[in-house]
């Protein structure tokens, strides 16, 4: 089942992304975290794509293979194309093909500035992998908009790009104050635009993590993040607690307010991601009761 057909049957829908190990790193690193992550019966698993070299590449086929083929849940691959000819896409999509992984998170990368490759945007990689091959394509969305254009007009302009190119569902990037993101849903609706978007959540516990969110994507921090990780940055435990909670929190609020789903970026740390299912498991199934009733 691709996940356009999960949409369908589902009235909130909840996934995780997972990335693979480092290129210096075996595979079977990830047995692990995945072993623990397909207990929690998530909706699908997106697997990221790295920047760096075909290794770390190879392993997101493998790995969204992995998910689909052996743990039986349907996976996402994600593929960039900044950096890349047609036929090392052509070459990657035929290998997703072979491996029957059906679904496909089409990006651009970030660019550098030194890309010699045949795609500029995104918009541009998800007509040729549509017009190619028969994928279930999903694109990234930005509710405070996209960090080299924060204009959010400009970015539902590039969400109705994707969309008349073939893309089918939205994930969000990670934010942590609800409120910008419904603004962002108001724009998106006052368009018209009726695909799904699902909501990216990143529970926060270290501070990596945090200066991943300040330099990355440029996502507003809240003053109750701010003091939450402040309070508890010198204590790892306290703060995975206060960050679990947090996330908990957003879902609550997000799942109340009927957001078509959730993706979790779950960092490879199950233990989060079953604090947090454990959290709004009940929660989530009572939504999708009343879809099937
Ligand atoms: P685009 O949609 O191409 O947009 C990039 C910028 O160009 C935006 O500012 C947009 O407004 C502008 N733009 C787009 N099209 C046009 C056009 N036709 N004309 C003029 N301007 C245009 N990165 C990885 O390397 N690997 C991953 O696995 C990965 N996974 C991600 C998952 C999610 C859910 C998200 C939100 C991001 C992910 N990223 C990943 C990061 C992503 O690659 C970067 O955010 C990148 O800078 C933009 O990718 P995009 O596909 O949104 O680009």
Redesign the pocket.
């Known amino acids: 089942m691709n996940i356009r057909d999960i949409f369908d049957q589902k009235k909130l829908v909840f996934s995780f992304e997972v990335f693979p190990p480092k290129n210096t790193s075996p595979i079977k690193n990830i047995y692990k975290a995945l072993n623990e992550l397909v207990k929690l019966e998530p909706d699908f698993i997106s697997v990221?794509?790295?920047?760096g070299g075909s290794t770390v590449n190879n392993k997101t086929t493998e790995i969204s293979s992995l998910i689909k083929n052996i743990y039986g849940i349907e996976s996402l691959a994600?593929l960039?194309c900044i950096s890349s000819t047609r036929e090392q896409i052509s070459d990657i999509t035929e290998r997703l093909r072979l491996e029957d992984v059906e679904n496909i998170?089409?990006?651009?990368?970030?660019?550098n500035g030194t890309s010699c490759g045949d795609f500029k945007?995104?918009?541009e990689l998800i007509s040729y992998v549509k017009g190619n091959k028969n994928f279930n394509i999903i694109?990234?969305?930005?509710p405070e908009g996209?960090?080299?254009?924060r204009d959010v007009k400009?970015?539902i302009d590039?969400i109705e790009?994707?969309i008349e190119c073939g893309v089918t569902s939205f994930?969000?990037?990670l934010f942590l104050d609800n409120n910008t993101y419904y603004e962002f849903l108001e724009e998106v609706y006052k368009r018209n635009i009726k695909t799904k978007i699902q909501a990216?959540i990143m529970p926060v516990i270290n501070a990596k993590q945090m200066k991943r969110i300040t330099e990355l994507c440029g996502a507003t921090i809240p003053l109750k993040f701010k003091k939450i990780m402040e309070m508890y940055e010198n204590n790892p435990e306290a703060l995975t607690q206060a960050g679990i909670a947090y996330a908990t929190d957003q879902i609550i609020d997000l799942s109340s307010s009927r957001v078509d789903g959730i993706?979790l970026y779950t960092m490879n740390n199950p233990y989060v991601a079953k604090n947090i299912s454990k959290n709004i498991g009940k929660i989530i199934n009572s939504i999708n009761e009343v879809q099937n009733v």
């Not at 990221?48 to 920047?51: K, L, N, S």
Request: aromatic share 8%; net charge negative; charged share 20%.
């Open positions: 990221t794509y790295g920047a994600h960039t998170l089409a990006l651009r990368g970030d660019d945007y995104a918009n694109a990234a969305c930005y996209h960090i080299e254009n400009l970015e590039n790009r994707k994930i969000s990037q990216g993706h």
